[in-house]
């Protein structure tokens, strides 16, 4: 018989097949890979771990023995041989501890023991699981770092980063767009001075200057601004009825047709032909954006085709007629528009059925106010809508009937005052209008399941337009009524942004080096050639000052007629000198022939003005010669009459 060894000793030196090994003029085909058994392993690694903590716990038994014996040995005086030639009765502790030994190596120990720290009492069913605790752990303070987690989980205003502000100053009208894109590197800023600022934080010093400003829409307001989902391009939407697309640096790349305002049926149109209110990007769709309009209807375009809107929605009233939609929003998932009329309705769209409404609901605001800002929460169950009947309602889609919750007593003034979410999904956040000399604008935190108020922040003796809360730097933006654009940010509980800028020292302006004169050096030249080197400006003015011809003083206005190419005081302009020295001088030339012809022999003899030009270049004049003899006879022919 074969013993198995030799064969894998076949099988590593020769191969499967000797025969084709041989023909082919080599040993082998190569050893085989090497297999592991890992049960094997797993029960050497078990083992061991029993032998180690079976060595620890007999180090544990004899130092207990130890300190056993020489407390027995400081009892007993009299007794110390006899109780070293005998054995140490043992505790009832240690024998616990000895039994437990021995039943130790039917236990499974997993994992390296606990570092020795005095006797340790265990039971049967304890197992020894992971390393050994760090020295210094005490459960209780890990207890009350979890509790204080805890509590600053269930108390989300703990949360809010309020504690540091900077101020962006836009201009001195309202800020009434904001915008910050996705990474939250750019903060871009549009108010009613339709300007529109691009604001850099890695870029910005101290100073919080903007590094670009322009205006996309000339003449008209800014009402909203707004990053897409890649934050590659920027929806701009004005005053007028063409909203437009930016690219990161402000260039344009795209602007919205304009409808034909002759046609009764606003789905016939190619584009809006009023107004725009509002606008806001699609949160998944990259190429897409939504905007509602004063013609009645909301429309999605695609920023690939600017020739035609995608999709028309027409906002109706009860009645059936037009409503005019005040904002408008995607929903997270981008499947619903959502829109806010002025009849105090609010309008939600499905994407698969734009002719009638899926969720409506009549009396949501007062009518004939508008419905500032629509919002969706984070997880997509809860609209916020802020109303401009000064309230604040929270509603749940499935129930679109009544709102879950309420608040009144909010002032709004402006048509596009904000409403958000914390990222956390738990406050809501609003902003107050106040009037002139009436107050502080504040922004208000409510509670999400109740609105009741849990914080307020004064933000400036202005009104607060908008707000955004970014997810990503944990930072709040405020546009205000008197220019203002505020950032607040906590240190410790935000991330980068307005912590990139105020860092950083402002840079001192370089003070451009004015010279009176560029003087060229040459070191080598001759002392013929050399030009005195003019170190100072103080000694060039002193010698300019020796100078009659630098320092000569103007020649003041005469009194009388002008002489000596200076004009008289009344003849300042030419009109003036005109009348008052040639049309209103009086001379005595009653024949105006006469006095010209005066100068007539003068020319001949002296000529100075033509004569002199012409002399070279000009033949010498001759004349027709006519004969007025009186004796003249009929036979001669008449000379050819001159007409006159």
Known sequence: MEQPGKDNDADLTTGPDPELAATMGFSGFGKKARTFDFNAMFEQTRRTAVERSRRVLEERE??????????????????????????????????????KSEDSSDEELIGPPLQPQGPVEETEDDELIGPPLPPGYNEEEEEEEEGTMQDEDEHPVKKIPDSHEITLHHGTKTVSALGLDPSGARLITGGYDCNVRFWDFAGMDASLQAFRSLQPCECHQIRSLQYSSTGDVILVVSGNAQAKVLDRDGFPIMECVKGDQYIVDMANTKGHMAMLNSGCWHPKIQEEFVTCSNDGTVRTWDVNHDKKHKEVFKARSAQGQRAVPTSCTYSREGKLIAAGCQDGSIQIWDRNMNLHTKFHCRQAHAPGTDTSCLTFSYDGLALASRGGDDTLKIWDIRQFKTPLNSVTGLPSFF??????????????????????????????????????????????????????????????????????????YDPLKSQRGAKLCVVKTTRKGRQAETLAQDSIITPHALPMFREPCQRSTKKQLEKDRLDPLKSHKPEPLVAGPGRGGRVGSHGRTLSSYIVKNIALRKTDDSNPREAILRHAKEAEESPYWVSPAYSKTQPTPVFAKVDSDEGETDDKPEGKKRRI
């Open 415 to 488: 048509p596009m005052t904000d409403c958000c979410f914390s990222p956390d999904d738990k406050l809501l956040v609003t902003g107050t209008s106040v009037k002139k000399g009436g107050g502080h604008g504040k922004l208000l935190f409510f509670e999400r399941e109740t609105l009741k108020e849990v914080h307020e922040i004064d933000v400036t003796d202005a009104s607060v337009v908008r707000c955004l809360w970014h997810p990503k730097l944990n930072q709040i933006m405020v546009g205000t009524g008197n220019g203002l654009a505020k950032v607040y």
């Open 62 to 99: 004899k130092e207990a023995a130890q300190k056993e014996r020489e407390l027995g040995s400081q009892r007993d005086g009299v007794h110390r041989a006899t109780a070293s030639s005998h054995t140490i009765p043992r505790r009832p502790s240690e024998d616990s501890e000895s039994s």
